[in-house]
């Protein structure tokens, strides 16, 4: 059995809880943008382009507080970063010594939480030389399907019940929050998390245009320092 | 300069991909570019991944703590309820998003239909 046959495995992942929670994030996320006077055009360039929920709140965030646009690509690096140690931890397992680098840059575009815990928790199950094509079979989809619905829920956005409204923009916080607290792999990750939480509060009173780089170095740092001395969260 | 320097054209494409994309994209490259050479438990990347992780947090909670869309019609004291319980139960409930969220949706819309709000 071939890469097709394991990308369109990857297509099917579609049918998953997963990409339900992420795709009603983003439908939040249409609405957001929305209230916020982004238009359709942008809100879309804005998914495809960068495809990573929490920096393109951070983006939205701060297009809509007149942020500078240093402090707005600091932020949105901050934000981004763990991408870095998510791909260092999830290429050695589906790369080949063979496969170009474009193609890894191509691919590695659409890694983001939901694909990046979707593919890891299945790979035991795809051989080996076929997971970069299961797992681009599954992002590829993740992607378009909910750029649609997204495009979708933006035009009818100002239609939504109100309730409905509420309940969108409540999965995002709980869904991430979840979904970041499970996929941590050590104490570190979790500690920075809560410090994350009790912090935000604080830095957005003192320092609300630059509050998030603030907590992501301030609370991150405390996290790195102390992770040995809590027991395991 | 910000986003709403120039509305008009092309600046706001310009501007998302100066800094939505490209500060986004470039972890992902150096992810691949690296991924030949550091050990994913070095302390540099505990450090960079606590970094991410406390500041991905302190979004998430301003969005419940100071939500700049409707999310603001339901009190305060509301949102955060229903945040804590919605990670609580998912916390002790065999580590289920699924339940995490339904339970604080439970709590936030049920609430708010109690207070009258919705």
Known sequence: MGNWHWFKQGVRGILHLPVLMLTLSLVGFAALAHDADISLSQTIFIQVTVWALPSMLVLVDGMTSNTPIT???????????????????????????????????VICHFMA?????????????????????????????LCIFSTIIMALAYQVSTNFPPVFLVGLAFIIPVYFSTMLWKSARINADRLALIFGVILAPIFYYFAPSIDLVLVGLIGGTAAFFLRHKVKRL | MTYAAWMEGWWPFIFILIAGALPT????????FLSKNIAEDSELLIFVRSVANALIAGLLTKLVLFPTGVLDAAPLGLRIGAALTGFAAFYFIRKSILIGILIGEIILLFGGYFLGIF
């Not at chain 1, 694909?115 to 299961?134: G, H, S, T, Y």
């Open chain 1, 71 to 105: 402090v707005v690509i600091l932020g949105v690096a901050l934000a981004a970063v763990r991408f870095m140690p998510m791909i260092m931890a999830i290429l050695p397992e589906m790369r080949n010594p063979k496969t170009p680098t474009w193609v890894l840059m």
């Open chain 1, 113 to 141: 939480i939901t694909a990046w815990v979707f593919a890891f928790a299945r790979f035991d199950k795809v051989p080996r030389e076929n997971r970069l094509a299961f797992f681009f079979g599954f992002s590829l989809t």
């Open chain 2, 25 to 32: 994209e470039i972890w992902r490259w150096l992810g691949i």
